[in-house]
């Protein structure tokens, strides 16, 4: 697997640049893993993969990225302890998590936001809107707006609750 | 005493100076004064004997003599308002005196004196003399009138005094005798001794015909007797017609003489009508020769005598006719006396037989009625043996006209019985020989249109059967048949007092009987016997199907435990139609036979009865038999019914009480081994008692909780949080470090008074419930989850490709592609899955059964398996084929589920191996892994759907539905084969599973 990730950086690399953002996919599917990175360099960021959990961790603390994509159900360590985890170490805890679910329950989806997650994204997922999607959370963020968003999300989670 | 009289008047006349003296006594009680003797101037006064003194209502000297008893003078009789005017006018009389006779104070007569030329005083002294004179007169005069008294009478009676001696031993001949016959025959004799006749004859009326039978003779010879001649003929003929005795004295002459030689030459006949009730019954005569007349007072004697006759005549008559009508009541009586004292039908029957016999003079009688059907001797009175018995072959048969006069309602009277042919020959002969000589055969109507039965009478002596004998016949049989009704009615008593002690012992039952199979043993016991049959059978509706689970009496071990169709006839049609079923005679059909053993042990008669359920449908049937066809009485199916109505009931408690006993022990055994803890708590809430299954799911030993408030014990209350205890409360406790969740119901007990006295807790540890929901709320995800990440890949590379802004090399393009193929494979087979289950949920799954090579299909599986994660496969297979009778494609598939799973759950790579091999008839496969095992406690679970290994997720992750091991054990099972598992935790994994070989030379 390692050598087609490496063969993509190498062709995509044009789009990305210093500059792109950096983004970090944690899950155990690897066509998953390449599905975003793809996309995601294709406009421009910067994509590291994390096959597990633990290895996942490991790289958002040695390279915190700008944002995590991060998925909920893996072997061993699962999302919600990597996005525990990496919000009690002051060296993460500032990196916005967005989950990557094929749960589609509320309460999976509210777990993720209780935890401390910004955003989550319903498998099956277009790959082609990921991009923007983390380009507005990242811009949202810098503009101060993190607590109207978790609030705007929690107030999708409600309506989305009454009509369940 | 007239010559005394006139002495006496004379005397006076003389002594007082007086030309008329005369004589009256007083008679009548003193109301009237008759003249008897005057004398004027000597010579006797005719008129006076015709003077008529009225003492009452007329003023006369005679009048107030009589009144005053004192003898007073009258100076003026012609002025005088005492004397009468007529008397002193006819006397001339100018001044008269009155002097009573006085006899013992009593004036019995009156002397009258007057002057007829001159007016004269007369003296106190002399009327003194008068009344001394008159005194001494009455005393002689009283004695002379009694004296001629006498003689008169004795003269004028005498002839008569004889005759009335005559007439009154007449009168006591007649009145000592009663029997009709004799009494005419004495009134000829004493007739003809009456009158000094030569003959005497006594004739009665025949009203119907109008002429005269003779019915006695004195003088005459006896062929005269029943002589008739009409009754307007001879002398007779006259003296009814003129309503009175008559007497002839040229009889030889008279018109319309009586027409028999007999009556010739009588010159002298008296006759008189005997007649009572107002009307003429007969005639008397008497007759002499040679001119002996009768005197007029002859005729008086003869009608006085015809008076006696008649009353004697109508005494006998009426006699005779009670004495009849005695005997043949007294024949009653004794049927009225049996009547009267509520007989058995038997001890009626032989009442009835006595009677009969009683009734007619018979030396024995016998009773033969209609039974079912047919006819049956049924009470005897003196009756031998061997006619006994040959009644009762020839009854059974109605053999012979004897019989069949009793089924038409005829009376055979056999004045002779060796002589009548009309008998049967053996009968005859049997009655003959028993010293009979003749027969009366009574039809009687049997109760209930059963048709005729019988009574015979049999006679030692050859006897005519007069119309009283029928007459006396005819009323026994009516009153037999009062008899048989009345017995009937008895015996209808006696079965509904039977009826009513049988509902009393089963209502008894009721109470002590508690087990149902003894309750119908006891039924049929009693069935028979309460309407005369001779077994008893009940049966229970079984599905489809009657069996026979209490029987009685003939047959009833060959019917117990014998089925029959529920839908079949006799009990069937009991069930179908939810009715009694009567059959007479269900016996005689072969087809009957055959479905009820009870009928084939030799019953004839079936009568069946619902006995219903506590649900109202019928439960069983409850069926009485009788070896003899007949029929069945009203009264006996409503016997039945009763009975059965009560067994109903009887089992229904029972088998409640069954119940309520089989739950009970089961409450016990619950206690015993409840899974449910239970918890009391006494009036102050302190725990009493503590199960053992409290205990276990709370952690705490019943000695730590004992005396002490739930409370304190669990750190949690049990009761209901507002004090209402209703329905079924979740409570979490802590054991030990755990979260258990209790289920918790409470019973709160109160007292007489209403106050609370405790309280009793149950509960169950529903902890596991909440993690089957758990798992099942977990599949679904997990289903989800397994359906959406293969389409998030074949969605996402596809939308990736189609992108424009960028441009994919071909490799790219391939790997994208390649991706899609083996995601939608994924999702192909995860859907496999799915369908599989849901097949093994419904039971649809079909496997197509061939002898298969497991080797092949292993190792077809094994090319396709992905190896990552440094996993080493080892392969374990024989050279040769294995052949097993399997479905290859299932069996694929169970193959690759367990060397998937051997692969998921031994993340850490290591061995897998994989083995197959013959053992016995079977192929066993293995496959093992040095993965994270399995706990023991989880072992028997794993093969569960929606089941995964406690902590495999967190160890391995959401992989997986879950129903891996589900269906592969579905599949082996349906293929013939089993599947298990060995494993420890944290060392491997072994699963096997084993399927049959193929059977040899099966060659599929």
């Known amino acids: ?20 953002e950096k983004v970090l996919v944690i899950d155990d599917e690897a066509p998953i893993r390449l599905l975003c990175r793809v996309n995601l360099e294709a406009e421009g960021m910067r994509v590291t993969e994390a096959a597990d959990g633990t290895t996942g961790l490991e790289l958002a603390r040695n390279d915190p990225p700008d944002v995590v994509l991060l998925d909920v ?56 809107e990921l991009a923007s999607l983390v380009r507005d959370l990242l811009s949202r963020i810098d503009r101060g707006e993190l607590d109207e968003l978790r609030g705007e999300k929690l107030e999708e989670l409600r309506a989305l609750m009454e009509t369940e | 005493m007239e010559g005394v009289a006139r002495t006496l008047l004379d005397e006076i006349a003389a002594t007082f100076g007086v030309s008329f003296a005369g004589l009256t006594f007083v008679s009548d009680g003193g109301r009237e004064a008759v003249g008897y003797l005057a004398r004027s101037h000597g010579k006797d006064v005719d008129w006076w004997r015709d003077v008529r003194v009225d003492l009452e209502n007329e003023p006369s000297g005679v009048a107030r003599a009589v009144f005053e008893a004192t003898a007073f003078a009258v100076y003026d009789a012609a002025e005088s308002n005492v004397v009468s005017p007529k008397l002193a006018e006819a006397t001339g009389a100018r001044s008269a005196a009155f002097v009573p006779l006085l006899l013992e104070e009593r004036v019995i007569a009156v002397i009258s004196i007057a002057t007829a030329d001159e007016r004269r005083v007369f003296s106190a002294d002399d009327l003194s003399l008068m009344q001394t004179l008159a005194s001494e007169a009455a005393v002689a005069l009283e004695r002379l009138r009694t004296g001629v008294a006498l003689e008169e009478a004795v003269a004028e009676n005498e002839e008569r005094l004889s005759q009335q001696a005559a007439l009154l031993r007449a009168a006591h001949a007649l009145s000592s005798e009663l029997d009709l016959p004799v009494v005419l025959q004495r009134l000829a004799d004493e007739l003809a001794d009456l009158l000094a006749a030569d003959a005497a004859d006594c004739y009665l009326l025949d009203r119907d015909r109008w002429v005269f039978r003779c019915v006695a003779v004195h003088g005459f010879d006896d062929s005269l007797l029943d002589f008739e001649f009409p009754m307007d003929k001879g002398l007779a003929g006259a003296a009814i017609r003129e309503g009175r005795p008559l007497i002839e004295s040229t009889y030889g002459g008279i018109e319309n003489p009586v027409p028999h030689p007999a009556y010739e030459g009588f010159t002298d006949v008296t006759t008189a009508p005997m007649s009572w009730g107002g009307e003429v019954r007969g005639v008397l005569g008497a007759g002499r020769r040679g001119g002996h007349r009768f005197r007029p007072g002859d005729a008086s004697v003869l009608e006085a005598f015809a008076g006696l006759a008649s009353l004697a005549v109508r005494n006998a008559e009426t006699f005779t006719q009670s004495a009849r009508q005695e005997r043949i009541q007294r024949g009653f009586y004794r049927i009225a006396a049996a009547l009267g004292q509520s007989l058995s039908r038997a001890a009626t029957l032989e009442a009835v037989s006595q009677a009969a016999a009683e009734a007619l003079g018979g030396a024995s009688a016998a009773v033969i009625v209609p039974s079912y059907g047919r006819l049956e001797p049924v009470g005897g009175y003196e009756l031998p043996d061997a006619l006994a018995e040959a009644l009762e072959e020839h009854a059974a048969t109605r053999d012979g006209q004897l019989f069949r006069a009793a089924t038409e309602g005829r009376i055979v009277a056999s004045r002779s ?143 117990l435990e014998s089925r029959s169709p529920a839908s079949g006839r006799l009990s069937g049609d009991v069930v179908q139609s939810g009715v009694a079923v009567v059959l007479p005679d269900a016996g005689s059909d072969e087809r009957l036979r055959a479905l009820d053993p009870m009928l084939a042990a030799g019953h004839s008669a079936f009568l069946g009865v619902p006995v219903g359920s506590a649900e109202g449908a019928v ?57 449910d803890g239970i918890v009391a708590v006494d009036r102050e809430g302190n725990v009493v008692l503590w199960n053992a299954a409290a205990e276990r799911i709370t952690g705490v030993p019943a000695g730590a909780a004992l005396g002490r408030a739930p409370v304190d014990v669990l750190q949690r209350s049990l009761e209901a949080p507002d004090g209402a205890a209703s329905g079924d409360r979740l409570v979490p406790v802590m054991r030990g470090r755990e979260e258990v969740w209790l289920s918790v119901t409470e019973a709160v007990m109160r007292d007489p008074l209403g ?31 397994e359906l959406r990440t293969p389409l998030t890949s074949i969605y996402g590379f596809a939308e990736t490709l189609l992108r424009q802004d960028v441009v994919f090399g071909e490799e790219e393009r391939k ?48 090319d396709t398996v992905r190896l990552d994660n440094g996993h080493k496969v080892v392969v374990d297979l024989p050279d040769a084929p294995l052949p097993a009778r399997a479905d290859a494609e299932k069996l694929r598939q169970v193959f690759s589920i367990l060397v998937d799973n051997a692969l998921r759950y031994s993340p850490d790579g290591g061995t897998i191996t994989v083995g197959a091999s013959v053992r016995d008839d079977t192929v066993e496969v293995t496959v093992s892994d040095e993965g994270i095992g399995i706990p023991q406690a989880d072992q028997e679970q794993i093969f569960r759907k929606f089941y995964r290994g406690s902590d495999a997720e967190l160890r391995v992750g959401a992989d997986g539905t879950g129903l891996g091991l589900f269906i592969a054990r579905g599949l082996v099972t349906a293929m013939g084969g089993r599947i298990w598992v060995a494993s420890r935790e944290g060392e491997g994994s072994r699963f096997s599973f084993e399927l049959p070989a193929p059977s040899e030379g099966s060659g599929e």
């Open chain 1, 1 to 20: 697997m390692s050598t087609e990730l490496d063969g993509y950086t190498k062709h995509m690399g044009g789009g990305g640049g210093e500059g792109g």
């Open chain 1, 73 to 128: 159900m893996m072997p061993g360590l699962d999302g919600w302890r990597v996005a525990e985890e990496l919000l009690e170490d002051a060296r993460t805890n500032r990196i916005p998590i967005i989950f990557l679910t094929a749960r589609a329950e509320f309460r999976d989806r509210a777990r993720g936001l209780d935890i401390g997650g910004v955003d989550y994204v319903t498998k099956p997922f277009n790959p082609l």
């Open chain 2, 417 to 559: 019985i060796a002589d009548d042919e009309r008998l049967l020959q053996e009968l005859r002969e049997t009655a003959v020989s028993s010293g009979y000589r003749s027969l009366l055969a009574v039809p009687v109507e049997a109760p209930r249109d059963a048709g005729h039965g019988l009574v015979l009478i049999f006679f030692a002596e050859e006897r005519a059967f007069s119309d009283e004998d029928l007459e006396v016949a005819r009323h026994l049989g009516d009153a037999t048949r009062g008899a048989l009704e009345r017995s009937e009615l008895f015996e209808a008593e006696r079965s509904a007092r039977a009826v009513a002690q049988q509902l009393t012992r089963t209502g008894r039952l009721l109470t002590s009987e508690l087990d149902p199979a003894a309750v119908l043993d006891e039924v049929v016991q009693q069935a028979p016997a309460l309407v005369n049959a001779e077994a008893a059978a009940f049966r229970i509706v079984d599905g489809d199907e009657l069996v026979v689970t209490a029987a009685e009496g003939n047959g009833a071990d060959a019917a």
């Open chain 2, 619 to 675: 439960a069983g049937v409850l069926a009485v038999y009788a070896e003899q066809p007949r029929e069945w009485r009203e009264e006996e199916i409503e016997a039945l019914q009763a009975v059965a109505a009560s067994t109903s009931a009887a089992l229904s408690n029972a088998e409640l009480y069954q119940r309520v006993a089989l739950e009970r022990e089961r409450s016990v055994a619950i206690l015993a081994n409840i899974a």
């Open chain 2, 755 to 785: 106050v609370v006295a405790g309280r009793i807790f149950a509960f169950r540890d529903i902890s596991g419930d909440r993690l089957v929901e758990q798992v099942k709320s977990d599949f679904v995800s997990t289903v989800s989850h």
């Open chain 2, 815 to 862: 790997t994208f592609l390649r991706y899609i193929s083996s995601e939608s494979q994924r999702l192909t087979t995860i859907v496999d899955t799915l369908l599989a289950v849901a097949r093994l949920d419904t039971g649809d799954l079909q496997v197509n059964l061939a002898e298969t090579d497991v080797r092949e299909v292993v190792g077809q599986v094994l």
